[in-house]
């Protein structure tokens, strides 16, 4: 217990040092009329956060042992804590790409906000591992003695296996799917009070996290097109989307960080299934 204690608290700093950073940051910053350049070390910090917890909270569930209730509630509070946090920031490639088709960025700028998630992606691993290595506490130790390996959650299931061949093309088809239903929920949402988005996205991304069932997520995609039955309906089909199967990532720059070191796939494989997959939901959304 004293292991998930100091997680817990490692948590809270992080955040706290994000933000403390992202505000020293702006007002560095703006007045010198490096508006842009705010932004972009913004972006940068918050996909730090962002990948930081994540890896964070994926060693409380494969290490921990924790129950996937309490893993459930940790899951909906750090993406609320993200909402409240990013100012602005995205810390995804597929909104950055999609903000980009419409215009709301131009390509530099957007070329430039995913150069910074890629760079946060890969800089959070190493953060981490190093303090793993400290071993402040009985995980961080214990998962340093393994040498911080981490197993693939790519996998399949006897109801997946009878639609989609192969857990490859299933956990692509579970991260297309999600990405798509995901984009879905922010433009359905984004004229809603700010307080309460937050909370409506983060309770789809925790639900999204440790669900499963790829045929009834496809199958709700497929029905839900009606524009007014999809925009109240749509984000609760997505509870049954396919988490167990692939971890529920749908966002290219967060795999790169928590799924591609993971043994029991080759890159190209992560590639086709984290990062193929998800710009292909997301643009499916875009372009329908």
């Known amino acids: 217990m004293s292991g998930v204690v100091v ?6 700093v992080f955040v706290l040092l994000c933000e403390l950073s992202r505000r020293i940051l702006t007002k560095l910053l703006a007045p010198r009329g490096l508006c842009l350049s705010a932004v972009y070390a913004v972006e940068l910090v918050s996909t730090l956060q962002l990948c930081i917890c994540n890896l964070e909270l994926r060693l409380l569930g494969e290490v921990g042992r924790l129950q996937p ?10 993406s609320v804590v993200h909402g409240l946090t990013f100012h602005g920031a995205q810390g995804n490639p597929c909104s950055t790409l999609e903000y980009t088709y419409r215009g709301r960025l131009t390509a530099r700028s957007g070329v430039l906000r995913m150069v910074c998630q890629f760079m946060a992606a ?4 190493t953060m981490l591992q190093g303090l793993w290595a400290l071993g402040l506490s009985d995980l961080h130790l214990r998962h340093t003695l393994q ?7 790519i ?7 009878l639609v989609l ?4 093309v299933t956990a692509a088809a579970v991260e297309l799917a999600g990405a798509f239903a995901m984009q879905t929920a922010f433009t359905h949402t984004h004229t809603m009070d700010r307080r309460y988005r937050v909370h409506a996205i ?3 991304t925790a639900t999204l996290t440790y669900a499963g069932g790829l045929p009834c997520l496809i ?6 097109q009606v524009s007014v039955i999809g925009a109240v309906f749509k984000p609760l089909c997505v509870c049954v989307a396919g988490g167990k199967m692939t971890g529920a990532v749908f966002n290219p720059a967060l795999a790169l960080s928590t799924q591609f070191s993971c043994s029991g796939h080759s890159f190209l494989d992560y590639c086709l299934v984290y990062w193929l997959a998800p710009l292909l939901g997301t643009h499916t959304h875009t372009y329908r």
């Not at 199958?219 to 839900?224: N, T």
């Open 147 to 153: 040498g911080f390996q981490c197993i693939s959650p």
């Open 202 to 204: 983060a309770a789809l």
């Open 122 to 125: 890969s800089v959070a691993r």
């Open 7 to 12: 997680s817990l608290c490692l948590l809270v």
């Open 219 to 224: 199958l709700c995609v497929l029905l839900l």
């Open 155 to 161: 996998h399949t299931d006897t109801h997946t296996s």
């Open 69 to 78: 209730q309490f893993c459930l509630s940790l899951t909906y509070l750090a």
């Open 165 to 168: 061949p192969g857990p490859l």
